[in-house]
């Protein structure tokens, strides 16, 4: 909501990035969550882009600067505790390392 609010509000227009993924090999519950972000953004001027890279990270990074943007938004994932025990966060990475200012949202 608060990306929708800014994004209505300075009238910026949103990237919506997939990594690693094309609408072929998408699963069922990933373009579930796609739809719901699309209908959540119906009013607001976005972009949908699908990104290959090695890293997740520098491809965002990547994509950015070529891209011209000024700002990355990343949707945390909340981890069980096993999950959390061998995941290593994206969110944190990009927030310590990107060039770029990281909005992080939960």
Do not use: C
């Not at 000024?70 to 025990?85: G, P, T």
């Amino acid at each position: 909501d608060l990306l929708k609010r800014l994004a209505d509000s300075l009238k910026f227009e949103l990237d919506l990035i997939t990594l690693n993924r094309d609408e072929k090999t998408m699963t069922k519950q990933e373009k579930g969550n796609r739809d719901a972000l699309e209908a959540i953004l119906e009013k607001i001027s976005y972009k949908s882009h699908f990104v290959k890279s090695n890293d997740v990270q520098w491809g965002l990074i990547k994509y950015a600067k070529t891209n011209g943007l000024n700002m990355i938004a990343v949707i945390s994932k909340n981890y069980n505790f096993m999950e959390r025990l061998f995941h290593e966060s994206l969110t944190k990475e990009m927030a310590f390392h990107s060039p770029i200012p990281v909005l992080v949202l939960k």
